[in-house]
């Protein structure tokens, strides 16, 4: 089978690295020129860390959790930097001789996909036959937005806008994941990276029309503009807040982040399926879409696995769909008043947050609650189906 993967992200490698162990020639091309060394903590949660043990990558990982943690924190033993996890993803699966990967390279235009392949022209006008075309492009999939009607596409804003960069580390900061509270409905954090930096992220729910669509307008316009705004509506902030709006101009990984879900009515249609963020993006409030992406690229190539030579992959896909969209669905629900609860707009809703917060924490810090309530399974609710090829867990690195 030739497939060709359209994102080098989190997804698009994963799938990769399985469909290779099938015999598959795999292509996969990334916008960028160079994998991204950007991003913020992600977790793997659930099943999802049974493909990273599968893919014998576990070790590495581990070496490359993120600091700000102790026993009593939410923070997940496997959480790591999105893009320390994309490096190690590429890594283990560049040299294999089944899978090219031509960055700096995008679809242009995907031709025709029908009964014999999905034909699709190259940025560089180069046309190319295939037997699958995967969308693993993210939440804005360009490849998505070429086949699939913008009627089959639901988009769910949270009414929450993230924006994050690196600055470097001071030998005062906190070794802490630190969480300020500004009032207003913003929150301000710091966190101490594995590279010797901090990341720095600003939040806010607006908490009226009128700065909502100052917000929207931003979205769309270039970093200047995103920048103004933040420096108007965080500079009364306090804390450390003027440090960093010092910091954004010298940022080489600014980002401007909408939180809105991506909800598809079906995931796939002919040659073409979408997987992770590009199929059902959560949003970062869900603390799931790195794992779904992981779990969702190890079920697909699980269904594709099961093909005969030269078959049609509709009956894969729609296995694919009909045995991972019930979990996914489910983890795309967020608790009712959330976001919201954690961005308090009075001073007295910041107190009471913080009494709530300060409650849970010594809770989850009982020994018997978290032998009581810890997965030591992985599954979390979504056991990963067995494929025979996949039956053998060998190491990649």
Same mark, same amino acid.
């Given at each position: 089978?030739?497939?060709?993967?359209?994102? %080098?992200?989190? #997804?698009?490698?994963?799938?990769?690295?399985? $469909? %290779?162990k099938t015999g598959a020639r795999i292509t996969v091309v990334e916008k960028s020129h160079t994998l991204l060394p950007h991003g913020q903590n992600v977790d793997i949660q659930g099943s999802a860390l049974s493909v990273i043990i599968k893919m014998g990558l576990l070790e590495q990982v581990r070496r490359a959790y993120t600091t700000g943690r102790d026993s009593t924190s939410f923070?997940?033993?496997?959480?790591? $930097?999105?893009?320390?996890?994309?490096?190690?993803?590429?890594?283990?699966?560049?040299?294999?001789?089944?899978?090219?990967?031509?960055?700096?390279?995008?679809?242009?235009?995907?031709?025709?996909?029908?009964?014999?392949?999905?034909?699709?022209?190259?940025?560089?006008?180069?046309?190319?036959?295939?037997?699958?075309?995967?969308?693993?492009?993210?939440?804005?999939?360009?490849?998505?937005?070429?086949?699939? &009607? &913008?009627?089959?596409?639901?988009?769910?804003?949270?009414?929450?806008?993230?924006?994050?960069?690196?600055?470097?580390?001071?030998?005062?900061?906190?070794?802490?994941?630190?969480?300020?509270?500004?009032?207003?409905?913003?929150?301000?954090?710091?966190?101490?990276?594995?590279?010797?930096?901090?990341?720095?992220? *600003?939040?806010?729910? &607006?908490?009226?029309?009128?700065?909502?669509?100052?917000?929207?307008?931003?979205?769309?316009?270039?970093?200047?503009?995103?920048?103004?705004?933040?420096?108007?509506?965080?500079?009364? /902030?306090?804390?450390?807040?003027?440090?960093? $709006?010092?910091?954004?101009?010298?940022?080489?990984?600014?980002?401007?982040?909408?939180?809105?879900?991506?909800?598809?009515?079906?995931?796939?249609?002919?040659?073409?399926?979408?997987?992770?963020?590009?199929?059902? /993006?959560?949003?970062?409030?869900? +603390?799931?879409?790195?794992?779904?992406?992981?779990?969702?690229?190890?079920? $697909?190539?699980?269904?594709?696995?099961?093909?005969?030579?030269?078959?049609?992959?509709?009956? #894969?896909?729609? /296995?694919?769909?009909?045995?991972?969209?019930?979990?996914?669905?489910?983890?795309?629900?967020?608790?009712?008043? *959330?976001?919201?609860?954690?961005?308090?707009?009075?001073?007295?809703?910041?107190?009471?947050?913080?009494?709530?917060?300060? #409650?849970?924490?010594?809770?989850? %810090?009982?020994?018997?609650?978290?032998?009581?309530? +810890?997965?030591?399974?992985?599954?979390? +609710?979504?056991?990963?189906?067995?494929?025979?090829? *996949?039956?053998?867990?060998?190491s990649c690195g």
């Amino acid at each position: 089978m030739r497939v060709l993967i359209s994102g %080098a992200g989190i #997804a698009g490698p994963t799938l990769a690295w399985f $469909l %290779a162990k099938t015999g598959a020639r795999i292509t996969v091309v990334e916008k960028s020129h160079t994998l991204l060394p950007h991003g913020q903590n992600v977790d793997i949660q659930g099943s999802a860390l049974s493909v990273i043990i599968k893919m014998g990558l576990l070790e590495q990982v581990r070496r490359a959790y993120t600091t700000g943690r102790d026993s009593t924190s939410f923070t997940s033993e496997f959480e790591i $930097l999105r893009g320390d996890l994309a490096a190690i993803l590429h890594g283990a699966t560049k040299d294999h001789p089944n899978i090219n990967y031509m960055l700096g390279t995008t679809i242009k235009e995907v031709r025709s996909s029908d009964a014999d392949n999905v034909r699709v022209i190259l940025g560089d006008g180069e046309v190319q036959e295939f037997d699958l075309l995967v969308a693993a492009d993210g939440q804005w999939s360009k490849v998505r937005r070429q086949i699939f &009607p &913008p009627e089959s596409v639901t988009v769910v804003p949270l009414g929450m806008y993230v924006v994050y960069w690196t600055i470097p580390r001071m030998p005062d900061d906190s070794g802490w994941w630190d969480v300020y509270l500004a009032g207003g409905s913003r929150i301000i954090t710091l966190r101490p990276d594995p590279h010797g930096t901090t990341r720095a992220m *600003f939040t806010i729910m &607006p908490c009226n029309d009128a700065q909502e669509k100052a917000w929207i307008d931003a979205a769309k316009n270039g970093r200047a503009v995103q920048q103004d705004l933040l420096r108007e509506e965080f500079a009364d /902030a306090g804390w450390q807040a003027e440090r960093l $709006l010092n910091s954004m101009d010298k940022a080489p990984d600014f980002y401007f982040h909408v939180l809105e879900q991506i909800k598809m009515a079906k995931w796939s249609t002919s040659r073409v399926v979408c997987i992770g963020d590009t199929a059902h /993006a959560p949003t970062p409030c869900t +603390g799931m879409g790195t794992s779904l992406a992981l779990s969702g690229a190890y079920v $697909l190539a699980g269904e594709l696995s099961k093909l005969k030579r030269n078959e049609h992959p509709l009956r #894969a896909l729609e /296995a694919y769909e009909n045995i991972y969209r019930p979990f996914v669905e489910e983890m795309q629900k967020i608790p009712r008043g *959330f976001p919201g609860l954690a961005h308090p707009e009075t001073l007295w809703k910041r107190w009471l947050f913080h009494r709530c917060i300060s #409650a849970v924490s010594k809770v989850v %810090a009982i020994p018997w609650i978290v032998s009581r309530f +810890g997965d030591e399974t992985h599954d979390q +609710g979504f056991p990963l189906p067995q494929y025979s090829t *996949f039956d053998q867990e060998i190491s990649c690195g």
